[in-house]
């Protein structure tokens, strides 16, 4: 867990201590704002844990498509390489050139002189690495003499391969997409506007300082569990 998550994580324990020592008050805690009555915050509670748990529920599945993409893009850069040299008996220099010019972004090396502009050299996005490669293979299945002994350089398995980077890339796109819409409905819950968490926590800090002074050592108690308010 990031720090960043922990301390989301902690923001909702230290609310649920501020909740029980409200209730530890008894008739003492009797404010007037809906909002801070027991059965209310009882019911914050709840969906701040929900809301939580809702983060944590869409962490696990957004790492194992993040690593399954990882994995299958790792192999990418070699293998471009091994295409580069299976392909050179077949094709003209200057197809080669085009070839090598394709994979040169992919890898993201330079092919033009070092002086030009950063932005016109490297292109190494997941998104853009999947472009590139498909033009790639579209180069190759415009050379029908083509045909590598080794089979996973043939067109076909090149393609197919192809197909499992685009897999990959959506699964993680959708995953990262869920887990932060889930972030989002957390954070909206904990830190966004007058009825959040971090509100309602100060909100209730001020009302028992209110009823029983700030001297008080069950205010001092009170007052010293913190909710902070986390970046997001």
Request: charged share 25%; aromatic share 6%; with cysteine.
């Amino acid at each position: 867990m990031e720090k960043s998550e922990s301390g989301h994580a902690k923001n909702i324990g230290n609310f649920e201590k501020i909740v029980s020592k409200c209730e530890s008050l008894g008739e003492i805690y009797n404010p007037a704002v809906p909002h801070l009555k027991l059965p209310a915050l009882k019911t914050s509670l709840a969906e701040g844990k929900a809301a939580l748990a809702a983060v944590n529920q869409a962490e696990t599945p957004w790492v194992i498509a993040v690593n399954a993409r990882e994995e299958v893009f790792k192999a990418l850069s070699k293998l471009c390489t091994r295409v580069i040299n299976a392909l050179k008996p077949f094709v003209s220099a200057a197809l080669l050139k085009d070839a090598r010019s394709i994979v040169n972004k992919i890898q993201g090396r330079r092919s033009i002189p070092t002086d030009q502009p950063k932005s016109s050299a490297s292109q190494i996005s997941f998104d853009n690495r999947i472009n590139n490669f498909d033009r790639l293979l579209t180069l190759i299945e415009g050379v029908p003499d083509y045909l590598p002994n080794e089979e996973d350089l043939t067109a076909v398995s090149l393609r197919a391969y192809h197909q499992q980077m685009i897999e990959t890339n959506a699964a993680a796109i959708q995953k990262s997409n869920a887990l932060s819409a889930a972030r989002k409905q957390r954070n909206e819950l904990y830190y966004s506007g007058t009825s959040s968490l971090h509100e309602i926590a100060k909100s209730i800090k001020s009302y028992v300082v209110s009823v029983l002074g700030g001297k008080d050592p069950r205010a001092v108690e009170l007052k010293q569990i913190p909710f902070k308010k986390m970046r997001t």
